[in-house]
Structure formats: C-alpha cells, structure tokens
C-alpha cells in the first residue's frame, strides 16, 4: 500500500557533514579513510534519491566502481568498511535492476551500527539519507525507518522531532495493518512523555499500549510498555508499582522466541 506520507519534512542530507568532519579530524584514533569512505558511499547512495527524475547511469555506473575501489583500499576493514562495501554492492544491483528499494536494508543496518557506536549524528545522517529513498512502496521498510529515526533523535534529546517520527511511523503502520509497529510508536510516544516529564500522560499512554499488546497476545509490545510504564512510574514516586512491571517484563522477554 502506497504510503500517504511523502518525504519533504526530511532534511536532506546531501552535504553529509557528520562524515566529512571525521575524515578531516587529524586525532582520529581509525583510518582517515573511513569517514571519507563512508562521505563517498553516502554521495552514491544520493544518486538514488526518490525526488531525483532519473538516475544518470553512465555516471553512476562510474561512482559504483570508483567508490568500491576506494573502500577496497582502505586497511584494515573495519566493521565500518564491511557496511560501505556492502551498501555499495547493493548499489550496483539497484542500479540494474532499477529498484531503489534495496538499498533501504542496509543503510538501515549501518544506521543501527552507528546507533551502537554512538555515533549518532552519523546515524540520523544515514537514516535522512535512506528516507529520501522511500517512495512510498515499501510501507514496512519505512515505518521501521522512521522508528529508528524517532529513537536516535530521542537519544539526542529532540523530544519534538522524536514525537514527529514516531507518528509518522505510526500512522504509516496503522495504514498497512502493521498492529505491532502501531504500539512500537505509541510506545515511543509514551517515552518521550516520559522524558519531557509528563508522566501522568505517559502511563496513560503505556498502559493502553499494554491493554492493546494483551488483547491481541503480542508479548514483545507488551514486555516493552511494561518496561517502560515501569519506568515512569518509578520516576513518579511509585515504586511498589514499578517493580511488579519491571518482572513481568522480564517473563515476558524469557517467553520470546529467540
């Protein structure tokens, strides 16, 4: 199902700047190459952008193999490298096939491994990027997209640009049935309440997400809101209460499928 949401509240992120900024950082404790590895590879995947009419081939074809030799000559290979590699391959094969698409997984994936590393700037900058591909067609794709987008600009402390994404993200789910993506976001929600000190709103939120979780039996959605409700309501001074969340959340996430 075609979203009904287009892209143009994601600022583009064409200069990649995050990137360039490390590959010019003389202190850097890795390869100088990496950053500007990944500033290359992030310029190719430019190339792809669903607001561009078309895709010059000639001179793409030409960005893949120079970017790729590039990557090939930077030593050690990294785990950063392994992902450029990757998305650069991908690239190759969505320029054949004409299927932008392919390219969402893994700048999603490098996105999740900057997110680890801490690099969060670099890895809002990767998720901008892959939602300038979205075209609407891959509503799973984007909706994940924007979850992970809510929770990096969470963990910067953009409460408001989190609330945005994870409403998107929740809408676009709602529009393509995904349930459990739907309580995902509204969990989201409940914790940027939670952040901004609304906590009366956020246990309201949260628990309407565990009566929603239990009714269809989506243990995953209903072990986060426990958490998270847990959470709140310590913060709130209700510590009796958040302890039994807490364990239940804890069941539930032994009863999980590995």
Not at 227 to 242: C, P, W
């Amino acid at each position: 199902m075609t979203s009904t949401y287009d892209n143009s509240h994601i600022e583009s992120s064409s200069l990649h700047e995050p990137f360039l900024e490390r590959a010019a950082d003389t202190e850097a404790r890795e390869p100088r190459g990496n950053g500007l590895g990944a500033f290359l590879t992030l310029r190719l995947i430019d190339q792809f952008s669903a607001d561009r009419e078309k895709i010059h081939r000639e001179a793409t074809t030409y960005q893949v193999t120079a970017t790729g030799e590039f990557l090939n000559d930077i030593y050690p290979h990294t785990p950063e490298v392994t992902h450029l590699r990757e998305l650069v391959r991908v690239a190759g094969i969505a320029l054949d096939t004409n299927d932008r698409r392919l390219l969402l997984s893994p700048l999603m994936a490098f996105a999740f491994w900057l997110e680890q590393e801490l690099r969060l700037d670099e890895a809002l900058d990767v998720l901008k990027t892959a939602l300038q591909l979205s075209d609407g067609r891959d509503g799973e794709e984007e909706v994940a997209a924007y979850l992970q987008h809510a929770r990096v600009l969470r963990m910067q402390g953009d409460f408001e640009g989190a609330r945005r994404s994870y409403a998107r993200g929740g809408n676009i789910a709602a529009s393509i049935g995904d349930k459990h993506s739907v309580m995902l976001s509204q969990i989201g929600h409940g914790v940027v309440l939670q952040k901004v000190g609304n906590l009366p709103e956020s246990e309201r939120v949260l628990r309407e997400v565990i009566r929603q979780a239990q009714s269809v039996g989506d243990r995953d959605a209903e072990a986060r809101a426990c958490h998270d409700l847990g959470v709140t309501l310590y913060f709130a001074g209700k510590a009796e209460q958040a302890v039994p969340l807490t364990y239940r959340a804890h069941e539930l996430q032994e009863l999980l499928p590995y």
